[in-house]
């Protein structure tokens, strides 16, 4: 998914593909603007799906239960969306349920747990329509966790990559243009001393800072780039994994979650001892792996098929889950 845009792109250079050209006021009713911060702007570029299923099973971080993904093509302005037992789902802000730890959907009493790096190289790969089908062996649980794999997204991309991509079409056949939106105004929201600032920019632009100083191996942090396409994506941040600290796992469990955690699916940084299970694979791999999951939270801001990243130079510090869906709520104007 190609997230910068040409000065021609930005100023409505519509395509001369009849098709597309058709289904342009479709996007737009679908995708219109949700809040006076956003326009929707044409890319450019058709919305795509998974040329065939993707299937992946593995363990949830929080819940320790086996669970299964197949991700299937999707028609054109239908968007992503959980599909579990009977349940649809749609990833979109509207069903988010606040958590510090990972991005949880609910709807009529079903949730699904920790989308945010499937969703991160959805968004990232192009991936733009697919329905996603949940499984699990028991049949009694409401609830259902997205496998935590190796903690980061890289096997979702590889496997995307693998099945390929394809032009989603409409009901009638036809391609829908790919819109993305673009903040007209600055926009801020914070919790304490964590905030997250937005600012009118001509690309996608993500600068994000971390710090704990408790951790002197992880302590302060940054990481920006305006390089964010699908490649940019595969090599510098669907890698980075996720990320804790050894001294506070004992109470997590305690409290719940991390059941399912290990030093197979995420980085453990001791407060005395540094990074006990080495090496990793970037020097900055636990800011990374935030920027990571801030692309998949914003995913969640997604209508119709089209983009979910903001047009715009989104700075972040201290952020998480909660945070990050505060800020795609204040875009679609809910809070």
């Known amino acids: 998914m190609n997230l910068t845009f040409s000065k021609k792109a930005l100023g409505f250079n519509f395509s001369k593909n009849p098709s597309m050209a058709v289904n342009r006021a479709f996007n737009f009713n679908t ?8 326009s929707w702007i044409p890319t450019g570029k058709i919305q795509q799906t998974v040329a065939s299923s993707v299937q992946l099973t593995g363990i949830g971080l929080h819940s320790g239960k086996l669970s299964t993904v197949t991700i299937f093509p999707e028609l054109a302005g239908m968007g992503r969306y ?29 949730s699904i747990n920790t989308v945010e790096h499937l969703l991160s190289a959805l968004e990232a790969t192009g991936v733009d329509n697919c329905s996603m089908q949940m499984e699990t062996s028991n049949t009694h649980d409401s609830s259902i966790e997205v496998p935590i794999l190796d903690g980061s997204a890289r096997e979702w991309v590889d496997a995307i990559e693998e099945a390929g991509l394809k032009a989603a079409l409409d009901r009638s056949g036809n391609s829908c243009e790919k819109l993305a939106p673009v903040l007209r105004e600055p926009v801020t929201v914070w919790k304490n001393d964590s905030f997250i600032a937005a600012f009118p920019y001509s690309e996608v632009k993500i600068t994000y800072g971390i710090d704990f100083p408790q951790a002197p191996e992880i302590g302060c942090q940054w990481f920006s780039s305006t390089c964010l396409d699908k490649d940019f994506f595969a090599k510098e941040l ?13 109470q997590l469990r305690k409290s719940g979650v991390i059941k399912g955690g290990s030093a197979k699916n995420a980085i453990v940084c001791s407060e005395s001892r540094g990074w006990l299970n080495p090496p990793l694979r970037f020097s900055d791999e636990p800011c990374r792996h935030k920027v990571l999951d801030l692309i998949g939270d914003l995913s969640l801001f997604a209508h119709g098929g089209n983009q979910g990243l903001p047009v715009a130079h989104i700075i972040v510090y201290k952020g998480g889950h909660a945070l990050h869906a505060n800020f795609a709520r204040r875009l679609s104007g809910i809070n």
């Open 31 to 38: 995708a219109r603007n949700l809040s006076s911060l956003i």
């Open 82 to 110: 959980f599909k579990f037992r009977s349940n649809v789902i749609p990833a979109s802000t509207d069903y988010v349920k606040e958590s510090p730890l990972c991005t949880t959907l609910c709807k009529d009493g079903h």
């Open 238 to 250: 669907a890698s980075a994994r996720t990320f804790c600290i050894y001294e506070q796992v004992e």
